[in-house]
């Protein structure tokens, strides 16, 4: 019974961060998660009722959201560095363009080869 429990909490946080990913890649407000949310459960509840209890427990309120993104954040921001740690040479490429919205998005491109010649772009 414990590992059954267990199993739906790692479930449970992994569709956190998949759903916060998706919002914050999509460029949606992060109090989607809500919507997002309330529409698992009324669908849960026609084809599967069974689980609906498992996406009521889900917490996709703003504050999560906001959380789970910064992790992410965080987590490619360490990916990136550690990558460019190892780089003997490095090209880097910035674009700067407004959305629809008319919010300002910079885009950044690195290019490195270590001492392998291994090339990576990130």
Do not use: W
Not at 4 to 13: C, I, P, R, V
Not at 34 to 47: A, L, P, R, Y
């Amino acid at each position: 019974m414990f590992t059954k429990q267990s199993d739906t909490q790692k479930a449970t946080t992994l569709a956190n961060y998949v759903v916060a990913y998706k919002i914050a890649r999509s460029n949606r407000t992060l109090s989607d998660g809500e919507f997002v949310k309330d529409c698992m459960v009324t669908v849960s509840n026609i084809i599967c009722p069974e689980k609906s209890k498992e996406f009521q427990s889900l917490s996709l309120s703003r504050r999560t959201i906001i959380n789970r993104v910064g992790v992410i954040a965080e987590q490619l921001s360490s990916h990136v560095e550690k990558n460019c740690n190892n780089f003997e040479y490095f090209s880097l490429t910035m674009d700067e363009s407004t959305d629809v919205n008319d919010t300002a998005q910079l885009l950044i491109f690195i290019r490195g080869i270590d001492s392998a010649f291994n090339i990576t772009e990130d």
